[in-house]
């Protein structure tokens, strides 16, 4: 819709969504109420006219049309893992017969097998929680992927990760990720967060480290001078409330620590798991996972819509829906197809790109830390 028809449509008298589109482009902080009240709403329009407010609100003039993405490659060390989310298709038994491990050799021929190696630059790394899998294979790892690829930013270990490495050494967080950011360490990814809420938790990943604790490392990460992302897991059974209160302590955690740079709102897939697909996500609730992020987080710069969790068609209609970021070209994603999605494992620079400009906006290449690469403006393919 054209600007003006868009202030037409959020403010006509009748529309009880109006009054935070003047909040919100005031820079006035939304309450959870008002989260509420909005996320409720059967008006999608006006819910996506007024993250879009947010975003375009809180971005440069000279960046708004602008969608990042990311060259990536995942690399994910071995699925043999000591946790039991009820969600998690990935993991396997170390005695299964589809376990595996990689060393960090495998690693690296891993990624040399890779032909478009040589325009990376990020690796994503996640793995399972494996006794065999310490400090010193992560650090050797770390070491050896700078060694080879230096110039690629190293995005790995999820807070649930350094928590359960910190416990295997028998030392805290705090002793353990200056040795990991020594090794090459450069940031953390979102993973791990789930839903914050102790109710969903008890029901679906008892045994991982509570909310507080995810929170806690991930802001000890900014204290020394390491950006992160932060996810949030619907479709877990949790309530819109739930949802909301998720964002909500990302919020507060930010206004505390500030190194959050992307949020993103993932959806639950129900192949091979123990989770009930009833809780399953409609389009319109992801979207409004989106808008409701973005409309909340007033101090997190960038929302994602992982292309891999939802679809390339959905997202880029969730680029109306305050994202500003799609991910990357990921390689070969395992942890989401495992539970049944049924995207490609990857995409190409050019699909991205493509995506994202028949979507109307900017394609951006970025680094992790979102240091432009490359803007596509029409001369570039
Ligand atoms: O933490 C697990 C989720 C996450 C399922 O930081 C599932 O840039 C769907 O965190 N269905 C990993 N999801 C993905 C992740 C991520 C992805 C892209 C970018 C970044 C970033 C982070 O996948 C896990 C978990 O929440 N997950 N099982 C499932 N059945």
Not at 105 to 126: C, R, W
Not at 155 to 169: H, M, N, S, W
Request: charged content about 25%; overall charge negative; hydrophobic content about 40%.
């Amino acid at each position: 819709m054209a600007p003006s028809l868009v202030e037409d449509y959020i403010t006509r008298p009748s529309n009880p969504l109006g009054r935070y589109y003047h909040k919100i482009l005031e820079g006035e902080r939304i309450t959870r109420e008002e989260a509420v009240e909005i996320y409720n709403s059967d008006d999608l329009l006006a819910i996506g006219i007024l993250a879009d407010t947010a975003r375009i609100a809180r971005t440069p003039a000279d960046v708004r049309d602008y969608v990042y993405w990311v060259h990536n490659f995942h690399i994910n060390p071995t699925n043999i893992c000591e946790a039991n989310c009820r969600f998690c298709s990935f993991k396997k038994g170390p005695k299964s017969p589809f376990a595996y491990v990689m060393s960090v050799d495998d690693v690296i021929e891993q990624v040399n097998n890779y032909p478009m190696k040589e325009g990376l630059s990020e690796f994503h790394i996640v793995s399972g929680l494996y006794e065999k899998q310490g400090l010193e294979y992560y650090r050797d790892l770390f070491v050896a992927l700078k060694k080879n690829f230096p110039k690629v930013h190293l995005k790995g270990l999820t807070a649930v990760e350094l928590d359960y490495i910190a416990k295997l050494e028998g030392m805290t967080v705090e002793e353990v990720l200056p040795i990991l950011k020594e090794a090459g360490l450069g940031s953390l990814p979102g993973g791990g967060a789930e839903v914050f809420a102790e109710r969903v938790r008890e029901l679906v990943c008892v045994d991982k480290i509570p909310a507080q604790e995810w929170l806690r490392i991930h802001g000890l990460a900014h204290s020394m001078g390491m950006q992160s992302n932060a996810t949030l897991l619907a479709g877990l059974g949790e309530t819109p409330e739930e949802r909301i209160d998720h964002v909500l302590a990302i919020r507060e955690q930010q206004d505390k620590t500030g190194g959050f740079m992307t949020f993103i709102p993932l959806n639950c897939y129900y192949d091979n798991n123990a989770v009930d697909a009833a809780n399953a996500l409609t389009g319109v609730e992801n979207l409004k996972n989106f808008a409701i992020s973005r409309i909340l987080l007033d101090n997190v710069p960038h929302i994602k819509s992982f292309w891999i969790h939802i679809g390339e068609k959905l997202s880029q209609v969730s680029l109306n829906f305050g994202v500003d970021d799609i991910d990357g070209t990921v390689v070969q994603e395992k942890i989401a197809h495992a539970a049944g999605t049924d995207t490609s494992q990857a995409l190409t620079q050019s699909e991205l790109v493509n995506m994202i400009r028949k979507a109307g906006k900017i394609p951006v290449e970025r680094d992790t830390v979102y240091n432009i690469i490359r803007v596509y403006d029409e001369q570039l393919v």
